[in-house]
């Protein structure tokens, strides 16, 4: 079992930054790919940015080059670094961990932090 919470959600104008933050709890992190997800208003769902157990990432094509994920394991928390944010990226952000154990996937999900940019 593994528990998020997501901070540091928040209203920022067009062109501005925020830093997303999820603590996780209840397993060894560092074995954990995490990501973050984002839904707009009357939108899917969709992968914004992943992190792998081994450090590698990948990003949504309209957030390369704005948006920066990391992680510290020591932590146990995942950080999601937005700059230079547009209208378009107002969602609710949402923090996943996901890992595969022998044939079982299992995906747990924090409760989501909303993001609003002002044009």
């Known amino acids: 079992q593994v528990q998020l919470v997501e901070s540091g959600g928040g209203l920022v104008q067009a062109g501005g930054s925020l830093r997303l933050s999820c603590a996780a709890s209840?397993?060894?992190?560092?074995?954990?790919?995490m990501g973050w997800y984002r839904q707009g208003p009357g939108k899917q769902r969709e992968l914004v940015a992943v992190?792998?157990?081994?450090?590698?990432?990948n990003y949504l094509d309209s957030v390369k080059g704005r948006f920066t994920i990391s992680r510290d394991n020591a932590k146990n928390t995942v950080y999601l670094q937005m700059n230079s944010l547009q209208p378009e990226d107002t969602a609710v952000y949402y923090c996943?961990?996901?890992?595969?154990?022998?044939?079982?996937?299992?995906?747990?999900w924090g409760q989501g932090t909303q993001v609003t940019v002002s044009s």
């Open positions: 992190i792998t157990s081994g450090g590698r990432t």
């Open positions: 209840g397993s060894i992190f560092s074995s954990w790919s």
């Open positions: 996943n961990a996901a890992r595969d154990i022998g044939l079982a996937k299992y995906n747990y």
